[in-house]
């Protein structure tokens, strides 16, 4: 089953005087790009979250945010008095106008005015961030396989797609040829020139040789059925899908060039569409 980058999880835990939020959103990335925003408060681990987010998502652009609600009367923000009394004294020192008030206003707005004192967590309360976080994680992913599931869905039409257009190419296929041998013959005939019939068949048969397609066939099925076979073992799939996608353009490209009917060209075109619906999709495949 696919697993999509697109995700989305949200989980909550209570301590007895905190709230912890943990949201987590995920889109489509060539690698892991993990933006955190995080509270002071759980600063120092950090490193810590970002390794357990990264061995879960493994892939996608990630926006990580913990937030906490403080739900008691303590709180370890405290308020630089000297830094404040300095910003005071620096508004005083304009002689603008405005009472104390009015500076003390200002002053706290002021950068480095607000500290906050390091605050030891305890064993239990990281274990609910560890719960929470593990808790979110696994939404995200079951959020990835559903939409994964769509992926899938719409990937394997696209790819039938494909295959029905090449078995239409088969239907002009003998057409093909004998508009090829005619043309060949006109051409020949309106030059009015002496030729050897038995010379003529055997430089024909070399020239469709040049132009036959049952190859870039054979390999585009083989393509197409490794497709599949991805799609239903490899949960971590998309650059891999990306590879052979590749590979069935190759084909499709080929048997273009040397289509020589137009009835063919229009199907290598619209194979060339689903082409394109497939890769798009595939960008945000995990």
Same mark, same amino acid.
């Given at each position: 089953? %696919?697993?999509?980058?697109?995700? $989305? !999880?949200?989980? =909550?835990?209570?301590?007895?005087? @905190?709230?912890?939020?943990?949201?987590?959103?995920?889109?489509?990335?060539?690698?892991?790009?993990?933006?955190?925003?995080?509270? /002071?408060?759980?600063?120092?681990? &950090?490193?810590?979250?970002?390794?357990?987010? !990264?061995?879960? %998502?493994?892939?996608?652009?990630?926006?990580?945010?913990?937030?906490?609600?403080?739900?008691?009367?303590?709180?370890?923000?405290?308020?630089?008095?000297?830094?404040?009394?300095?910003?005071?004294?620096?508004?005083?020192?304009?002689?603008?106008?405005?009472?104390?008030?009015?500076?003390?206003?200002?002053?706290?707005?002021? /950068?480095?005015?607000?500290?906050?004192?390091?605050? =030891?967590?305890?064993?239990?309360?990281?274990?609910?961030?560890?719960?929470?976080?593990?808790?979110?994680?696994?939404?995200?992913?079951?959020?990835?396989? =559903? &939409?994964?599931?769509?992926?899938?869905?719409?990937?394997?039409?696209?790819?039938?797609?494909?295959?029905?257009?090449?078995?239409?190419?088969?239907? $002009?296929?003998?057409?093909?040829?004998?508009?090829?041998?005619?043309?060949?013959?006109?051409?020949?005939? *309106?030059?009015?020139?002496?030729?050897?019939?038995?010379?003529?068949?055997?430089?024909?048969?070399? $020239?469709?040789?040049?132009?036959?397609?049952?190859?870039?066939?054979?390999?585009?099925?083989?393509?197409?059925?490794?497709?599949?076979?991805?799609?239903?073992?490899?949960?971590?799939?998309?650059?891999?899908?990306?590879? +052979?996608?590749? &590979?069935?353009?190759?084909?499709?490209?080929?048997? !273009?060039?040397?289509?020589?009917?137009?009835?063919?060209?229009? @199907?290598?075109?619209?194979?060339? *569409?689903?082409?394109?619906? +497939?890769?798009?999709?595939?960008?945000?495949?995990?």
């Amino acid at each position: 089953m %696919l697993q999509s980058m697109t995700g $989305y !999880g949200k989980s =909550e835990v209570n301590t007895e005087c @905190l709230k912890i939020s943990i949201e987590i959103k995920t889109l489509n990335s060539k690698s892991l790009d993990l933006f955190v925003r995080i509270s /002071p408060r759980y600063r120092n681990k &950090e490193l810590e979250l970002r390794k357990i987010i !990264g061995d879960q %998502l493994l892939r996608g652009k990630v926006d990580f945010s913990i937030a906490i609600e403080n739900l008691s009367a303590d709180n370890n923000s405290r308020i630089n008095l000297n830094t404040v009394q300095g910003y005071i004294a620096n508004l005083e020192e304009l002689n603008i106008e405005g009472s104390k008030l009015d500076f003390l206003k200002m002053a706290v707005r002021m /950068p480095e005015v607000f500290t906050n004192q390091e605050v =030891e967590i305890s064993d239990a309360e990281w274990k609910l961030v560890i719960d929470c976080l593990t808790s979110t994680l696994q939404k995200v992913n079951e959020f990835r396989q =559903e &939409e994964g599931g769509s992926l899938e869905k719409v990937l394997q039409e696209y790819a039938h797609n494909i295959l029905n257009l090449l078995t239409e190419i088969e239907k $002009y296929e003998t057409e093909r040829i004998d508009g090829i041998r005619s043309k060949l013959q006109k051409q020949l005939l *309106d030059l009015q020139v002496q030729f050897d019939e038995q010379r003529f068949h055997q430089e024909l048969i070399y $020239y469709i040789e040049k132009l036959d397609i049952n190859e870039e066939k054979v390999r585009l099925k083989q393509h197409c059925k490794y497709f599949f076979e991805v799609m239903d073992t490899d949960f971590q799939a998309g650059k891999k899908l990306g590879f +052979i996608s590749q &590979e069935m353009g190759r084909e499709i490209n080929t048997i !273009g060039s040397k289509a020589n009917h137009p009835e063919i060209q229009k @199907l290598v075109v619209l194979m060339k *569409d689903e082409l394109e619906k +497939i890769k798009e999709q595939i960008n945000n495949v995990l």
